[in-house]
């Protein structure tokens, strides 16, 4: 970079002679160089602080992201296995069942278990498997909530092996049944299980999902504060430089005649224009890391969704076999959990024709009325492959209440046969469009989460990497420009 | 009509002092036998004795006892308790032939719930108390287990003078006025006669909330309060009781909030809580409002400070709903633990536990509304419905199965015991009392 030296000085009378010897020159002088130094250290604080932050935030997203995959994995595969043990006994009675491979036939009651059964080994093992794999992380040190994880770890792996025994063992009196008493006894002994166990370890599991959430979010608020932080003071900074810049030029235009103050110019162009970057990218990166939660928690209800879909149709299962109507009661609180809107009378109802679209626009979205996990994640989506997979879950939604209209009435007048071979049909296709959109939402999430992640981490490497070249060169720009120009002061 | 009504009377004072006579010789038999009657209360026999002595001089006939609780739905298993506790009560106090003061008596339990709703109906129960209204034999209602429930039906009834008793109510405004508790006009808008017709036999929530903050600011010296309440009946008035008497003894509620019960997840709220930073932490609702999946939340969030709840969390749904993070919850539920009952108490557990298997928090209170029914039966000793509602308000140190008590003024009883349980492992464990005020 060429150096302007100035070799004729021009003048304009007594007045800078006066002003170099006057001590309120330097008073000046100090004050600014002051001030600039302060400036600069505050914003290299600011800079270390997030940088620290954003580090803590990838540290804890190391350990948080994969418990909550971990557990909601565990949740949705648990739940999975309590629904095939459904099917598997009503295989058992010969009746219609959801749970079977297509290519079993309907009318071999032995092959529709083991191929059931085949299903509850697969999600029994990759249950385990989420878990071992997860373990790590979800012992990991950031944990200090109470109960702590060793303990709600423990609570979980005795109430799921005992979950585990009374499923084995309704499917083991259900195989050896042979008269309606022993059915009988094979479906009570699943439903105790299925009461006494399932809810403890799916809220123990919910425990250490949402401990892992709340780390990721904490990280997140402190990060974005110190962005926040940052990003005011490099607002602060651009203001100084950029009216020192001007204040500089303005007066030495004046005094010289001259405008073109090489270095100095340049030095504060330099620290305005990366003062703006700055503000820039910590305003993008606050957002994105914003986003990255969010997107997280997206999975989370995505999952929470699938799980409540299952318990529903497993609950039509335990509402024929046991005719106990606290499974129509439950299954209309998952409903209500899943996607439910309020009439007239403020009441929660799952009439299909009040369910309306997720809208299409942001702004609309923001307003969107239905309540439940559903409703949560049309208000948070933030991309159009999310909003299509939403279109596509509702249309499975909206069908499978029709089934389950029709499921009811035909319960009612003891057509539970024909109620289960419905259920089966139509019923299960239903299940299998929400459960695909569910699982293509929680992987546009994850998918967002990765993007968002990265992105907004480069960002901030880039602006934080740049910040310590920027201001030393700036700092020495200025200082030598103003080095040479000391005479004109 | 008249005469119609007077040939109806006169034949069921022929059929009761028949049947009378046969209670006496059944009776008689049974304390040949003598083991049956080991385990029947006195109170008990000696009803059944003076009912064979009123047989033989005053005109009988059926009274119909209605009950009405939520037969459908997850409150099914507790309610069927109840229903089966008033059932033994009646085969105690009535004999073989369910015959007291002479009336053979006819128990219909009712449900107040339905599929659509999945619990208790407010047109359901209006059904249930109309159609005891309708009925000429029906003198005694026994319910409602839901508070909101009762404000149906007691109007009804209040208009036909029929005494009603509630095993499980605790909502205060059914009953009194209570500062910052209970609604406008209540509870006058219930009693359209201005004559009282309604008493439960256990405590309510103006003494249950105090009893909580006793246990809280004495036991675990906390002194500020966070309240959570689930915005029904009960809830919202248990959190107004617990917020009253904080004020009362001069402790901070640092915050307070409402849930819908329906939320996806509780971490604002949690955030709330962990803000305020409270060193206790009330919840006002029932275990169907999913407070299991707000506690955890609060605990994921952070916050240590202890969480309790009313006899509204004091079931298995709640435990089972909290896991691992509802141990160490405590609730609390009117009354005594097993072991602290009277003999008579206890000796019912045992019949009941051998005969139906395992009771619930509020089976002995279905035994002692009964109870308390047939007493009053006894001692207005006529078919006639304004008598027997009289008989049951001088309700007066009555020797149930959880002591002795009265009906006060309003209709309440004057047991003012809550026991404090804690999930423990995945079970309620007993504390200790409390008391209102202590």
């Not at chain 1, 009651?109 to 373990?135: C, H, M, S, V």
């Not at chain 1, 203001?239 to 504060?268: D, H």
């Not at chain 1, 139509?426 to 968002?452: C, F, I, P, V, W």
């Amino acid at each position: 970079m060429a150096v302007a030296t100035p070799t004729k000085l021009t003048t304009s009378g007594n007045g800078a002679g006066v002003f170099r010897n006057n001590p309120l020159r330097t008073q000046v002088m100090v004050v600014i160089w002051v001030l600039v130094a302060l400036a600069v250290i505050a914003f290299l604080a600011a800079i270390s602080t997030t940088n620290a932050r954003i580090q803590t935030f990838q540290k804890i997203a190391a350990v948080a992201v994969p418990s909550i995959n971990a557990t909601n994995d565990a949740i949705q595969l648990l739940s999975g296995e309590v629904s095939n043990t459904a099917e598997y006994i009503l295989a058992g009675q010969g009746k219609a069942s959801a749970g079977l491979d297509s290519a079993t036939s309907a009318n071999d009651p032995t092959a529709q278990k083991q191929a059931i059964l085949k299903k509850i080994e697969t999600q029994r093992a990759a249950y385990d498997r989420a878990l071992q794999e997860g373990y790590t992380a979800l012992i990991g040190p950031d944990f200090t909530a109470q109960p702590d994880s060793q303990t709600a770890l423990n609570y979980i792996s005795s109430r799921n092996a005992r979950l585990h025994d009374a499923l084995a063992q309704a499917r083991g009196l259900s195989d050896k049944a042979k008269t309606p008493e022993d059915i009988q006894t094979a479906i009570q002994a699943y439903l105790n299980g299925q009461n006494d166990h399932y809810q403890p370890v799916i809220s123990s599991l919910y425990y250490l999902r949402s401990v892992n959430i709340f780390l990721l979010e904490d990280a997140e608020k402190d990060a974005t504060s110190a962005a926040a932080f940052q990003q005011n003071l490099a607002a602060v900074a651009m203001v100084i430089f950029v009216l020192a810049l001007l204040g500089a030029n303005i007066w030495l235009t004046l005094r010289v005649k001259r405008i073109l103050l090489p270095l100095v110019n340049v030095a504060l162009v330099a620290v305005a224009v990366y003062s703006f970057f700055l503000f820039s990218v910590f305003s993008t990166s606050a957002n994105d890391l914003a986003k990255v939660v969010d997107s997280y928690n997206r999975t989370s209800l995505s999952s929470d969704a699938n799980l409540f879909i299952t318990d529903a149709v497993a609950d039509q299962v335990q509402l024929v076999i046991s005719n106990d109507p606290i499974y129509k009661e439950d299954l209309k609180k998952k409903q209500e959990l899943l996607l439910a809107t309020r009439n007239d009378k403020n009441e929660l109802v799952t009439d299909p024709t009040l369910l309306t679209e997720c809208p299409a626009t942001s702004t609309a979205r923001s307003s969107y009325k239905p309540e439940g996990v559903m409703g949560d994640i049309c208000r948070n989506i933030s991309q159009p492959a999310e909003l299509t997979a939403y279109t596509q879950f509702l249309g499975g939604y909206k069908s499978w209440l029709a089934t389950n209209t029709s499921f009811d009435n035909l319960v009612k007048i003891n057509k539970s046969d024909e109620a289960l071979a419905l259920r089966a049909g139509d019923g299960a296709k239903a299940y299998k469009q929400m459960s695909g959109a569910l699982t293509n939402l929680r992987d546009l999430s994850k998918a967002e989460y990765k993007t968002k992640s990265q992105s907004g981490t480069d960002s901030l490497n880039l602006a934080n990497t740049l910040a310590w070249v920027i201001y030393p060169l700036a700092l020495l720009l200025a200082g030598l420009g103003l080095f040479l120009w000391r005479r004109e002061f | 009509m008249k005469n119609r009504n007077q040939t109806k009377k006169t034949w069921h004072s022929v059929l009761s002092a028949q049947s009378l006579i046969l209670v006496v010789l059944a009776n008689l038999l049974l304390a040949a036998c003598g083991s049956p009657e080991a385990t029947i209360p006195a109170a008990a026999t000696d009803i059944r004795e003076e009912s064979a002595s009123l047989a033989l001089n005053q005109a009988g006939g059926t009274i119909r006892i209605y009950s009405s609780l939520p037969l459908t739905g997850s409150s099914k298993d507790q309610s069927q308790t109840l229903v089966n506790a008033m059932q033994m009560a009646l085969e105690d106090f009535g004999g073989a032939d369910k015959t007291v003061g002479g009336f053979k008596i006819d128990y219909v339990s009712l449900d107040d719930a339905t599929a659509k709703a999945g619990q208790w109906d407010a047109e359901q129960e209006r059904t249930n108390a109309n159609k005891a209204v309708a009925d000429p034999d029906a003198m005694v209602y026994l319910g409602t287990f839901n508070s909101g429930a009762a404000k149906e039906s007691i109007p009804i009834l209040n208009q036909a003078t029929m005494a009603m008793i509630s095993p499980a109510n605790t909502y205060p405004g059914l009953t009194k006025a209570v500062d910052g508790v209970t609604d406008t006009n209540e509870p006058k808008k219930y009693y359209p006669t201005a004559t009282r017709n309604y008493f439960r036999v256990v405590s309510s929530d103006d003494l249950q909330g105090p009893a909580m903050v006793a246990y809280a600011a004495t036991v675990t010296k906390a002194s500020r309060f966070f309240l959570i309440n689930d915005g029904q009946t009960y809830g919202k008035g248990l959190a107004d009781a617990i917020n009253r008497e904080a004020k009362r003894r001069n402790l901070n509620v640092v915050g307070s909030a409402t849930i819908q019960g329906r939320e996806s997840n509780y971490r604002d709220l949690a955030r709330q809580v962990r803000a305020a930073n409270p060193d206790f932490i009330f919840f006002g609702g029932i275990a169907q409002q999913q407070p299991g999946k707000l506690l955890a939340d609060i605990r994921a969030s952070g916050v240590r400070a202890p969480f309790m709840g009313g006899d509204g969390i004091n079931n298995p749904a709640f435990v089972k709903e909290a896991g691992v993070a509802g141990e160490g919850a405590f609730s609390s539920i009117a009354g005594l633990p097993d072991n602290q009952l009277p003999a008579k108490g206890q000796d019912f557990l045992k019949r009941y536990r051998a005969r139906f298997g395992t009771p619930t928090n509020y089976t002995i209170y279905g035994y002692e509304a009964m109870a308390v029914a047939l007493n009053a039966i006894k001692s207005a000793a006529k078919k006639d419905r304004k008598a027997i509602l009289d008989a049951v308000a001088k309700t007066k140190d009555y020797d149930g199965l959880v002591g002795k008590w009265s009906f006060d003024a309003n209709g309440d009883t004057t047991l003012t015991d809550f026991a404090i349980y804690q999930i423990a492992d995945g079970v309620l464990a007993y504390r200790q009392q409390s008391q209102p005020g202590k």
